[in-house]
């Protein structure tokens, strides 16, 4: 489980992101309208969203955090407790059951060792159900981060496991 | 399969979006032109006199929907896009988003000058971040071309048009949900009246439509109204509709259809039949707050009215396919299980109810159930049904209705083998 430990609000989000977001609350009538986007700035750059993450949208837009979190906690997602470094979110609605649901995460499982709701030992992968994807003419399918993968084989789900494992270890170097 | 006459996929190439300069090649921003010309009740008449009915789920006529909406009330008035596709079996939306984006634009500008609106709203769910980039691009393309933003086209007409990329959740669906999504407070419903045309986004008139039913509009001003009846048949629903098959059909692919073609035809000539040679046992028609179709209803026009004559609906047209060895109250278990967990917990009888629900059907579909299960199966269906605040339950209720009409003996070989018969 990779517990980041945060200790300043540049962690969560660099500054001049900070500032832009900043700016642009200040020329809409209402702020509170930007509490997703500024919760999923956070995400992108943090991974998931501690209560720091919380305090710091309610700083950027002038509101509660009491008024974030009722979101925050709302969306699925948005995660409030963290997360591998990619988030595979397979769905298990009716299009995909009836099309092999079961045995994708029965693979999943197997591979990364792990039951839904939890992460990955290498703290790369975290597994979650979703409702449905609408790529119901591709089932059964999911979700790694923001891209969908279907009509899935347990086959594909090892090539694409490793393509992914690939995309962020390239992503770390860029980053370094 | 027939030649159809393809509207909304006339620019479609799979895996490819037509931008601007394409969509202006086959008449793309004509339509704008032409609702300029007019005054804006004019065009609000003639989306009205063509008969176009939301492609949401719905069905209420467009036109009808915008007369509704306070015109001439001075200050802020909204116009937003439901783009938050996400009734299992459903992906339309996604796919004409990705072939050819500037018929939302378009159509919501069009849209904007009839209600006079001056700001409006894309919202997308989370997992359509391949629409929001294409979207994105859309708006961009189209405000540089002087068709968004201040006095379009020189008419004196100003529309800006925003994109909210949303974070998750069925019930976001929900127009009234979305709304308060929008405003960036914790989405539940709210209660109708009053409406979004009197408050809606902000507590503004606000007119919330889905994004094939905009996409509708601008060949509907360019081509006219006697065109678009002629698309198809008799009954009093004009137009195509974008049919998304899933399940077990043979080919699982998007279709644009007219109005009022056979459940038959759908399976037979665009889903391929069912696959591994199996037989077609029971479809949910538009999405699974839809209630289930079997093979007595091949016959059946899918339109708005003539499905409601058979207790069933068109919603949004993704039919979901299930062979004959599938066991209808597993499919049952799996939708309800969805709506229990979208269930956003604010009203009692979708909370609670839905969880007894699928206690009961996991129940009996474990083996484990009695007839006595079976009683309060239909007592739950009875007092959950028009009782809950939002659509989020009632639309569970459907395909559990349609379950009790439809397969109740198949419930009951349950409880007299004391396990599921098609495992």
């Given at each position: 489980m990779p517990a980041t430990e945060v200790n300043t609000m540049h962690d969560l989000l660099p500054k001049p992101e900070v500032e832009k977001l900043r700016a642009k609350a200040a020329e809409i009538d209402h702020p509170h309208e930007m509490i997703v986007d500024v919760l999923r700035a956070i995400q992108d750059h943090h991974g998931w969203v501690p209560d720091e993450g919380v305090q710091l949208t309610a700083a950027i837009l002038g509101v509660t955090p009491v008024e974030v979190d009722e979101l925050a906690t709302f969306y699925d997602k948005?995660?409030?407790?963290?997360?591998?470094?990619?988030?595979?979110?397979?769905?298990?609605?009716?299009?995909?059951?009836?099309?092999?649901?079961?045995?994708?995460?029965?693979?999943?499982?197997?591979?990364?060792?792990?039951?839904?709701?939890?992460?990955?030992?290498?703290?790369?992968?975290?597994?979650?159900?979703?409702?449905?994807?609408?790529?119901?003419?591709?089932?059964?399918?999911?979700?790694?981060?923001?891209?969908?993968?279907?009509?899935?084989?347990?086959?594909?789900?090892?090539r694409i496991l490793e393509q992914e494992r690939r995309g962020a270890t390239a992503a770390e170097k860029i980053d370094s | 399969m027939s030649d159809y006459p393809q509207v909304l996929f006339k620019n479609r190439i799979p895996g490819q979006t037509v931008f601007l300069k394409g969509y202006e090649k086959t008449g793309g921003y004509e339509g704008l032109r032409i609702a300029l010309r007019d005054t804006p009740q004019e065009v609000t008449e003639h989306v009205k006199n063509s008969g176009l009915r939301g492609r949401g789920g719905a069905g209420f006529p467009t036109g009808v929907k915008w007369s509704f909406f306070p015109v001439d009330e001075k200050g802020e008035k909204y116009l937003v896009c439901n783009g938050?596709?996400?009734?299992?079996?459903?992906?339309?939306?996604?796919?004409?988003?990705?072939?050819?984006?500037?018929?939302?634009?378009?159509?919501?500008?069009?849209?904007?000058?009839?209600?006079?609106?001056?700001v409006g709203y894309i919202f997308l769910r989370y997992a359509y971040e391949d629409c929001s980039r294409v979207v994105a691009k859309a708006i961009a393309e189209a405000e540089a071309a002087g068709y968004l933003g201040r006095d379009i086209l020189g008419s004196g007409f100003s529309f800006e048009l925003?994109?909210?990329?949303?974070?998750?959740?069925?019930?976001?669906?929900?127009?009234?949900?979305?709304?308060?999504?929008?405003?960036?407070?914790?989405?539940?419903?709210?209660a109708k009246p009053p409406f979004?045309?009197?408050?809606?986004?902000?507590?503004?008139?606000?007119?919330?439509?889905?994004?094939?039913?905009?996409?509708?509009?601008?060949?509907?001003?360019?081509?006219?109204?006697?065109?678009?009846?002629?698309?198809?048949?008799?009954?009093?629903?004009?137009?195509?509709?974008?049919?998304?098959?899933?399940?077990?059909?043979?080919?699982?692919?998007?279709?644009?259809?007219?109005?009022?073609?056979?459940?038959?035809?759908v399976v037979k000539e665009y889903g391929g039949g069912i696959r591994g040679g199996k037989r077609f046992k029971a479809c949910l028609p538009g999405g699974a707050s839809t209630p289930y179709l079997t093979a007595d209803h091949l016959d059946v026009a899918m339109d708005f009215d003539p499905l409601e004559k058979v207790e069933s609906r068109l919603g949004t047209a993704g039919v979901t396919a299930f062979d004959e060895d599938t066991c209808m109250l597993a499919v049952s278990c799996?939708?309800?299980?969805?709506?229990?967990?979208?269930?956003?917990?604010?009203?009692?009888?979708?909370?609670?109810?839905?969880?007894?629900?699928?206690?009961?059907?996991?129940?009996?579909?474990?083996?484990?159930?009695?007839?006595?299960?079976?009683?309060?199966?239909?007592?739950?269906?009875?007092?959950?049904?028009?009782?809950?605040?939002?659509a989020l339950a009632e639309g569970a209720m459907a395909p559990l209705g349609a379950l009790l009409r439809l397969f109740e003996e198949e419930l009951r070989?349950?409880?007299r083998q004391g396990s599921c018969p098609f495992v």
């Amino acid at each position: 489980m990779p517990a980041t430990e945060v200790n300043t609000m540049h962690d969560l989000l660099p500054k001049p992101e900070v500032e832009k977001l900043r700016a642009k609350a200040a020329e809409i009538d209402h702020p509170h309208e930007m509490i997703v986007d500024v919760l999923r700035a956070i995400q992108d750059h943090h991974g998931w969203v501690p209560d720091e993450g919380v305090q710091l949208t309610a700083a950027i837009l002038g509101v509660t955090p009491v008024e974030v979190d009722e979101l925050a906690t709302f969306y699925d997602k948005i995660y409030r407790r963290p997360v591998g470094r990619k988030v595979i979110h397979v769905c298990d609605s009716v299009c995909c059951w009836a099309t092999g649901t079961d045995k994708i995460v029965e693979h999943l499982r197997q591979q990364l060792g792990i039951d839904p709701g939890q992460t990955s030992a290498d703290g790369m992968f975290t597994l979650l159900p979703t409702c449905c994807l609408g790529v119901c003419g591709d089932a059964p399918a999911m979700m790694i981060g923001l891209t969908t993968y279907g009509p899935l084989t347990v086959e594909d789900i090892d090539r694409i496991l490793e393509q992914e494992r690939r995309g962020a270890t390239a992503a770390e170097k860029i980053d370094s | 399969m027939s030649d159809y006459p393809q509207v909304l996929f006339k620019n479609r190439i799979p895996g490819q979006t037509v931008f601007l300069k394409g969509y202006e090649k086959t008449g793309g921003y004509e339509g704008l032109r032409i609702a300029l010309r007019d005054t804006p009740q004019e065009v609000t008449e003639h989306v009205k006199n063509s008969g176009l009915r939301g492609r949401g789920g719905a069905g209420f006529p467009t036109g009808v929907k915008w007369s509704f909406f306070p015109v001439d009330e001075k200050g802020e008035k909204y116009l937003v896009c439901n783009g938050d596709e996400m009734e299992p079996g459903t992906y339309k939306d996604r796919l004409l988003i990705l072939a050819d984006p500037h018929q939302l634009v378009e159509g919501m500008i069009i849209a904007a000058y009839a209600l006079q609106a001056p700001v409006g709203y894309i919202f997308l769910r989370y997992a359509y971040e391949d629409c929001s980039r294409v979207v994105a691009k859309a708006i961009a393309e189209a405000e540089a071309a002087g068709y968004l933003g201040r006095d379009i086209l020189g008419s004196g007409f100003s529309f800006e048009l925003h994109l909210h990329r949303s974070a998750g959740r069925y019930i976001l669906g929900e127009e009234t949900a979305l709304l308060t999504g929008l405003e960036g407070r914790r989405p539940y419903p709210r209660a109708k009246p009053p409406f979004p045309a009197q408050s809606g986004l902000f507590g503004r008139p606000t007119n919330v439509n889905n994004v094939e039913t905009f996409a509708n509009v601008p060949h509907i001003l360019r081509n006219g109204n006697a065109w678009y009846q002629e698309l198809s048949g008799p009954e009093n629903s004009p137009g195509t509709k974008l049919f998304g098959l899933s399940g077990h059909f043979k080919r699982t692919r998007c279709f644009e259809l007219p109005l009022g073609i056979t459940l038959r035809e759908v399976v037979k000539e665009y889903g391929g039949g069912i696959r591994g040679g199996k037989r077609f046992k029971a479809c949910l028609p538009g999405g699974a707050s839809t209630p289930y179709l079997t093979a007595d209803h091949l016959d059946v026009a899918m339109d708005f009215d003539p499905l409601e004559k058979v207790e069933s609906r068109l919603g949004t047209a993704g039919v979901t396919a299930f062979d004959e060895d599938t066991c209808m109250l597993a499919v049952s278990c799996n939708v309800n299980r969805f709506f229990v967990r979208e269930s956003c917990g604010w009203c009692t009888p979708c909370r609670e109810g839905l969880q007894m629900v699928s206690w009961l059907l996991e129940k009996i579909e474990a083996g484990r159930g009695t007839e006595d299960d079976l009683t309060m199966l239909h007592d739950q269906y009875r007092n959950i049904s028009g009782r809950s605040f939002c659509a989020l339950a009632e639309g569970a209720m459907a395909p559990l209705g349609a379950l009790l009409r439809l397969f109740e003996e198949e419930l009951r070989d349950h409880i007299r083998q004391g396990s599921c018969p098609f495992v």
